[in-house]
Each structure stands twice: as C-alpha cells, then as structure tokens.
C-alpha cells in the first residue's frame, strides 16, 4: 500500500521569505512523487516531479524538492514567497501500475 | 491550444438522480483520468482511460462509470446520487498514460447533491 502525508494543513510565511511544506511518503517500492499546485477556480498545475533520476528536483516557478529515501520525505521549498504563491499544494505519490495517491493538501498564505 | 475543457461547470441534482459530466482531452492526448475532489480534501482517482478502455481503478463503487469516445473525449456517469458524492470532479489528460507523464488538469465540474 502506498500513502502521503502532509505534515502541515497550513503554512503562513511573509513575502520574501522562504518556503518549506512538507510531505512523507510510504510506499513499498521506488515510488515516482510529484506537487501539483492548485489556485482558486483553476486547475491543478504540475510543479514538479521525481521519477528515479536526480534527487533534487527543480521545477516551476522557483520550486524545488529534494527526494530522501532514508527519511521518506519529498519537501518542497522556494527561497522567496511571492503573494502569487499563495494556494493549495499537493504532494502525490505513484507507485508501480497507475494509482495516485494525493495527499490532504497544504494550504500556502502569504502576507504582504 | 485549448487544454482540458470540462463540462458543466456546475451541476445540482437530488439523491438518487443519475449524472453524467464531460471531459475534452488537450489536444494530442489520449489518456483521460477522472479524479473526486471533496471539500478540503486531496483529489481521489477514480479511473483511467486509455484507448476507449477503463485501465485503472481507485477504490470507488460501480456506480461510478465511464466512458471514452474515439476522439479521446470522457464521460464520467454516476448512477444512484448519494449525498457523500457532492464534490469537485477533476478530469486529466495525458499522452500515453505512463504513470509518469505529466497530468493536464481541467478546471473541474462542481455537483452538489440535494
């Protein structure tokens, strides 16, 4: 079986400043991980995703996360907020034959 | 280049009422997959289509069906409408259906069940 969790529902930083929201995974094999972000009355975007190569991975926007297997973790962070940045923030894994799992989603406030 | 298109965008039925929902791929692609999003939850996969065949299936009953025409378009149908099913339905599309192929969301068809 295979599971995400978001460990933070919210996260309130400041413009300007950085951006970590964080995400464990469980999954028996070499998962593939992605984020996707959500803006209000918009469709899911893709950030970013990790499927076995480098395990930094950049995506965009100025995102990026870092794959550990020995923690379980896919964090996704960017040095400065933008107040564009505010939005839901999903962290998916897939495993194997085409499942996703999709965490609860963290939401992202930014204040000026 | 219009990305996925969904239709209706709103949708109000009573229990037990049949819904059906519609989902135009981006252009190019040929795998559609349908998602249920509830409020303040992550999106929940219900199926895949690849190929106007299911190939994929999260855990939802049969009363969640679909369909996929030769133009790669999607219907989702849903049969005996219960109150838990109001939700944002999601559709993505996808070229070949890789589990890693980036997934092109559309903006989603919102059912409020009475």
């Known amino acids: 079986a295979q599971s995400v969790t978001q460990l933070d529902s919210h996260v309130s930083v400041s413009e300007g400043t950085p951006v970590l929201l964080r995400c464990n995974y469980s999954s028996s094999y070499s998962p593939s991980l992605f984020w996707y972000v959500q803006h209000p009355n918009k469709g899911l975007q893709l950030l970013l995703k990790?499927?076995?190569?480098?395990?930094l991975v950049k995506g965009i926007n100025g995102f990026e996360a870092e794959f550990k297997k020995s923690e379980t973790s896919f964090h996704l962070t960017k040095p400065s907020a933008h107040m564009s940045d505010a939005a839901e923030y999903f962290c998916v894994v897939i495993r194997g034959s085409y499942i996703p799992t999709f965490g609860r989603g963290t939401s992202l406030i930014v204040h000026p | 280049d219009a990305g996925v298109t969904q239709s209706p965008t709103h949708l109000i039925k009573t229990r037990g009422q049949q819904v059906t929902l519609r989902c135009s791929p981006k252009?190019?692609?040929?795998?559609v997959s349908w998602y249920q999003q509830a409020l303040g939850q992550g999106p929940q996969f219900i199926f895949q289509?690849?190929?106007?065949?299911?190939?994929q299936r999260g855990n939802f009953p049969d009363r969640f069906s679909g369909h996929q025409f030769p133009n790669y378009s999607s219907e989702l149908n849903v049969n005996a409408l219960l109150l838990g099913d109001s939700a944002l339905y999601l559709c993505?599309?996808?070229?070949?259906?890789?589990?890693?192929?980036?997934?092109?969301f559309g903006p989603g068809t919102r059912l409020t069940v009475l």
């Open positions: 252009s190019g692609h040929d795998t």
């Open positions: 990790y499927t076995s190569a480098a395990t």
């Open positions: 993505a599309s996808s070229l070949s259906g890789i589990s890693t192929d980036t997934q092109y």
């Open positions: 289509y690849y190929e106007e065949e299911e190939r």
